[in-house]
Structure formats: C-alpha cells, structure tokens
C-alpha cells in the first residue's frame, strides 16, 4: 500500500511538473538584461547618441510571462532620454515583438534629448520583430531600428 501510495504521488508530481511552464532558453539572455542605446536608424537616419545624460536602456522581466502555448508577455521598464516608462511586450513567433501603450513621466529636457526621446518612443511603439546576435539586441520596426548592447559591455 505504502508503495502505491509513493507511485501516486511521484505520478502526480510528474504530472504538475509537466504542466507547468517556464520561459524557453532563448528567452534568458533577453530578459532580466539592463539593454543599453547604441544606435537609432529611424526614417530621418541614424540619430547622434550625443545628447547630455545617461543614455536609453530598458529592462525585459519575466514577471508577467505567459504559460503554455500563449505568447510570451513580458514587462518592460526603461529610460528613454528625459523620462522613465514602463509597459508590456508580447513576444511571439520565432521573433515578433509588440510593444503595447507605455506609461511614461512627463518631466521635459533640454530639446535634443526630447527630441532623442521622441525618436526611442516611437520606434520602441512601431517594433513588430527583434534579433540577438552576439551580444547585441536588435529591434526592428517599418521605419527603423534600436540597437542595445548590455549596460557592461558598452
């Protein structure tokens, strides 16, 4: 009795575990990373990374990550240039990337970081796909693209 009571209970927790979903490899290297702003192509052409202050970062989270077979929804929080935002992200496919409506602070700043800030914004809202390589991130929209490297190795 005692040993079918033991296979019960290894037969349900093989079961639990079997339902119960983590976060697929490739996911590690793009969440829980402080991604550092090192190159903007938006439609007017690459933007000079030049302005004062600290540079745009964000950071993915796991913290709202989906289970089973939906898409992977993942927080985002960041800086854009003058104002910190935060949001979600719902990865999908292979590589999609979709950005839903960030909540922002409203301080303003000197005009070329606004401007820069703008430029991220958008950008980060138009994303519909994204790519590692090497130790970069990449995210791309219709109209241009965001480069990130980790924080330490800018």
């Known amino acids: 009795?005692?040993?079918?009571?033991?296979l019960a209970a290894s037969a349900a927790f093989a079961f639990v575990a079997s339902c119960t979903s983590t976060p697929a490899a490739p996911l590690a290297p793009?969440?829980?990373t402080e991604w550092t702003l090192v190159e903007l192509e938006g439609a007017s052409g690459m933007h000079a990374l030049d302005a004062p202050g600290p540079r745009p970062h964000l950071v993915l989270g796991a913290d709202a990550a989906a289970?089973?077979?939906a898409p992977h929804l993942l927080t985002v929080v960041g800086f854009a240039g003058v104002n910190t935002f935060r949001g979600v992200v719902t990865l999908s496919g292979a590589d999609g990337f979709a950005?839903?409506?960030l909540a922002t602070t409203r301080k303003a700043g000197p005009p070329p970081s606004m401007q820069l800030e703008?430029?991220?914004l958008k950008l980060l809202g138009a994303t519909t796909r994204y790519r590692l390589d090497g130790d970069g991130?990449?995210?791309?929209?219709p109209d241009g693209?965001?480069?990130f490297l980790p924080a330490a190795a800018e």
């Open 99 to 101: 950005c839903g409506p």
């Open 118 to 120: 703008n430029d991220v």
């Open 145 to 147: 693209a965001l480069t």
């Open 1 to 6: 009795m005692r040993r079918l009571a033991l």
């Open 137 to 141: 991130l990449t995210l791309l929209a």
């Open 30 to 32: 793009l969440v829980g």
């Open 67 to 69: 289970a089973g077979e």
